[in-house]
């Protein structure tokens, strides 16, 4: 890669400089890259996101680090790589967001506009955008909308729970909308993980995940049964799933599930009080 300002070309080769570790043979693991050296005050947040964009992977990994410890005096650049149509630029500035955190909210309306249209140079790489957003925590609330359209996107169906199951207790509509996703699907478990996630807030999905419990036993399906049962001790109280744990013992489905979930129990405290089921 061409260098083409001093501090950068000064910065690269500082970077490269500390011996790599030395291998017996071919087949030994390959080498660590060798350790970061943080960049001095001297060089622009501008020759770091070209380095962040362009360089070699352990080069670019220590450039992202450095953009992310200047936090928010680095988002003009980061704004502006989020804008590349280039792939190296647009993935640097995605892990520099969601090192940054929730200081990083000023990306939150282009990370938005990449989940409407991901651009090509994404190629399909949507974890990282959804990581993005994740790191915003709070911050990502006016994503809730979008979010709830794109759990239908075969694409972006999963991270798009995921991300809900974070973000659920700040929108009254996620746990409708989570709940009657499971009373549609079979197999999956990934939105009964999104409503353990939200906790008690997500005590309105109690009927979808009772659903959950009894299709799982009536298909045969073991680890959406043991998911169910999880989530059914996240949002419920012992009120709710003492009972329902009991009742499965020797189920030959969800019995082992059941009886692990009641041994979790007995561990717990309530008001510093052991729980007693027996």
Do not use: W
């Not at 009120?239 to 561990?267: C, D, K």
């Amino acid at each position: 890669m061409r260098m083409r300002s001093g501090p950068l070309r000064l910065l690269a080769a500082s970077m490269l400089a500390a011996p790599m570790p030395f291998t017996a043979h071919a087949f030994t693991a390959p080498p660590e890259p060798p350790p970061c050296v943080p960049a001095r005050a001297g060089v622009s947040a501008a020759a770091l996101g070209r380095l962040a964009g362009d360089a070699p992977a352990h080069i670019q990994r220590c450039a992202v680090n450095d953009l992310a410890a200047r936090g928010t005096a680095a988002m003009p650049v980061v704004l502006a790589m989020l804008r590349s149509d280039r792939g190296g630029p647009l993935i640097g500035a995605l892990e520099v967001v969601a090192a940054i955190g929730p200081d990083a909210r000023a990306a939150l309306p282009l990370l938005m506009a990449h989940i409407r249209k991901p651009p090509a140079a994404l190629n399909g790489m949507y974890r990282e955008l959804y990581d993005a957003v994740d790191a915003l925590g709070a911050a990502a609330r006016p994503a809730i909308p979008l979010l709830l359209a794109k759990t239908g996107d075969p694409d972006h169906g999963g991270y798009a729970v995921y991300l809900l199951g974070k973000l659920g207790k700040y929108d009254r509509r996620v746990v409708p909308h989570l709940s009657a996703m499971l009373i549609d699907s079979m197999g999956d478990t990934s939105v009964l993980a999104a409503l353990a996630t939200i906790g008690k807030d997500a005590r309105g999905a109690l009927p979808a995940v009772l659903g959950a419990i009894d299709q799982a036993k009536v298909t045969g399906n073991s680890r959406r049964g043991a998911a169910a049962l999880n989530t059914l001790m996240a949002i419920g109280g012992p009120g709710e799933s003492v009972p329902v744990l009991t009742g499965l013992i020797g189920h030959p489905v969800l019995g082992a599930a059941a009886a692990n979930s009641l041994r979790t129990l007995r561990s717990t405290r309530v008001n510093a009080v052991p729980l007693r089921i027996d």
